[in-house]
């Protein structure tokens, strides 16, 4: 059996072990310690937010984003609707309302029209939203202009799902940076990965000590344990951090291989029609692709699909995803006012995720292109 070339594997740069090393000599085995300082200084020094604290995953990043906005039952979140479960989980978790909103075509994210229809329905009908929580999609940047512009209108806090976004940036700002709070994820098929992890950015240093305070149980400054109010056990540990800080040394490296990888992608496909890519929409925006993503619109590659691909792909042992399901489209929160014009579904219709690692060899890459040549006809 051919071997398996996956859509996004880890990919180690080499000196991940020795801050493993350190903190095993040293015996700093214990959750905290100095490679969870150094993580969080060199996500500083990356993404030039002033404080980062590094969690368990980007989920409680989420998470702890909407307790410390004082986030609480029966108030409204407006999230995009195109994005992975992780992105809304959280706001039921504190007993909110999701609100979704659709995506724009240009760069597959959230749309500002979707935006500031929720927002003034919401206000409308007396539930003015507590908080906004667009997401990067694949590495690509949201339109932070227009929704900080319209956010800022309606003084709304922003949560910027950047967890799939690492590396890209838009007029040359890092993305995590652009809102109250940044939140990135580093699970084990991200542009850099911890094994599992996340991390939440903000430029409010007392949010983010509040947010480390809350993240460690909520143990009060006392020589016995004390808690005067509800914490949870988010923090990350020394040994994943230690993997983190040697996959920071080689970010750029990893970032300009799934660049290079996208634009192979292109030239690879430029003459298939039917076939589209998700593209930067002008200058400003710098992707990381962490993935390759793809629109198939079987209307004019003679009936192929999405599926066609990908099932096809698959008979190779070759890993491809489609693009996300909708939440507005899970039975679970089916029953969530939604706002947009169908363009999510329409992508999730006809999207495709191929293979897109930082790893991948020449030879997978001759693997990808004789499958899909077969598959497509060229």
């Not at 029209?113 to 007396?126: F, Q, R, S, T």
Request: glycine share 8%; proline share 4%.
């Amino acid at each position: 059996m051919k071997s398996k070339i996956w859509l996004s594997s880890p990919h180690m740069g080499g000196n991940e072990m020795s801050y493993v090393q350190e903190a095993y000599t040293t015996n700093w085995i214990a959750p905290l310690g100095p490679n969870v300082n150094g993580f969080e200084a060199d996500l500083q020094n990356y993404t030039q937010v002033d404080h980062a604290a590094a969690l368990c995953t980007g989920t409680a990043a989420i998470h702890l984003a909407l307790v410390l906005l004082k986030v609480q039952a029966g108030d409204t979140v407006i999230a995009q609707s195109f994005t992975f479960s992780a992105t809304v989980n959280p706001i039921t978790y504190v007993g909110a309302i999701p609100v979704l909103v659709d995506s724009e075509l240009d760069t597959w994210n959230m749309c500002p029209v979707a935006l500031e229809e929720a927002i003034k329905a919401g206000i409308a009908e007396g539930k003015k939203p507590k908080a906004i929580i667009p997401v990067h999609l694949y590495g690509m940047p949201a339109n932070m202009h227009a929704i900080n512009k319209i956010a800022a209108y309606y003084n709304v806090p922003v949560i910027e799902d950047a967890a799939e976004a690492l590396g890209a940036s838009l007029a040359t700002k890092k993305m995590g940076g652009w809102g109250t709070f940044g939140v990135l994820s580093f699970n084990g098929n991200k542009i850099i990965t911890t094994s599992g992890g996340g991390a939440l950015l903000s430029n409010d240093e007392q949010l983010i000590a509040k947010s480390r305070f809350l993240a460690t149980q909520a143990r009060d400054d006392a020589p016995h344990y004390q808690h005067t109010q509800i914490g949870y056990n988010y923090r990350m540990s020394n040994i994943v951090a230690g993997i983190g800080r040697g996959q920071m040394e080689v970010i750029d490296a990893r970032v300009a291989k799934r660049r290079e990888v996208n634009a192979w992608y292109k030239d690879l496909l430029k003459d298939i029609k039917g076939i589209t890519f998700q593209t930067e929409p002008s200058a400003e925006y710098y992707s990381n692709y962490w993935l390759t993503a793809i629109l198939v619109d079987p209307k004019k590659t003679g009936g192929i699909t999405r599926e066609t691909i990908r099932l096809a792909l698959e008979k190779e042992n070759i890993e491809c995803r489609p693009l996300w399901k909708p939440m507005h489209l899970q039975p679970v929160f089916a029953h969530c006012n939604y706002y947009g014009t169908g363009v999510s579904e329409k992508l999730f219709e006809q999207g495709l995720c191929l293979p897109s690692g930082s790893n991948m060899s020449t030879e997978d890459m001759e693997r990808i292109a004789e499958a899909l040549k077969g598959v497509l006809r060229f």
